[in-house]
């Protein structure tokens, strides 16, 4: 799914930029925490669980308490900068934080990276069945699992 010569330098700082564009048109801050949690979120295209990010900011001098990590993503995931990838109970950058969008995601189930894709036809056909149900959509989250082109096996091999 991502490339070995992808370079999570330039998510990170995309990521950040966004980050503060954002935090400055809201009125919000960009704590050192919250800072630090985003880009460690963003360091691979796989999901990061609470805890494993909490033991990472331990391990760099941050709060170790639970609830200052979780106000930190409850931040990021507010502000639209991750998402929470329900089925794996954690958090991803989010790739387009900077206009509306859903989260929608490609999950291997061999190297458990993930993709989030934007369909906008897909978001406009769920729009219209829920409406046509009389149905208020409020939240809406996709998760397709198989396995990634850089996991499938060879033609030829098992």
């Given at each position: 799914?991502?490339?070995?010569?992808?370079?999570?330098?330039?998510c990170?700082?995309?990521?950040?930029?966004?980050?503060?564009?954002?935090?400055?048109?809201?009125?919000?801050r960009?704590t050192?925490?919250?800072?630090?949690?985003?880009?460690?979120?963003?360091?691979?295209?796989?999901?990061?669980?609470?805890?494993?990010?909490?033991?990472?900011?331990?391990?760099?001098?941050?709060?170790?308490a639970?609830p200052t990590?979780?106000?930190?993503?409850?931040?990021?995931?507010t502000a639209?900068?991750?998402?929470k990838?329900?089925?794996m109970?954690?958090?991803?950058?989010?790739?387009?934080?900077?206009?509306?969008?859903?989260?929608?995601?490609?999950i291997?189930?061999?190297?458990?990276?993930?993709?989030?894709?934007?369909?906008?036809?897909?978001h406009?056909?769920?729009?219209?069945k829920?409406?046509?149900?009389?149905?208020?959509l409020?939240s809406?989250?996709?998760?397709l699992?198989?396995?990634?082109q850089?996991?499938?096996?060879?033609?030829g091999?098992?």
């Open positions: 799914m991502v490339a070995d010569h992808h370079n999570h330098n330039a990170i700082k995309q990521a950040l930029a966004t980050a503060e564009t954002l935090c400055l048109q809201q009125g919000q960009l050192k925490v919250r800072r630090r949690a985003l880009e460690l979120i963003w360091e691979s295209h796989r999901p990061l669980g609470a805890y494993q990010l909490l033991a990472k900011l331990a391990d760099e001098g941050f709060n170790s639970p990590v979780y106000r930190a993503l409850d931040f990021l995931l639209g900068l991750i998402h990838v329900e089925s109970n954690a958090y991803l950058g989010c790739a387009h934080a900077d206009k509306p969008h859903k989260g929608y995601f490609l291997c189930d061999a190297c458990h990276n993930v993709m989030e894709f934007d369909y906008q036809d897909i406009a056909s769920l729009e219209n829920a409406m046509t149900q009389g149905f208020e409020r809406e989250t996709i998760e699992t198989g396995v990634c850089d996991c499938q096996p060879e033609e091999e098992e």
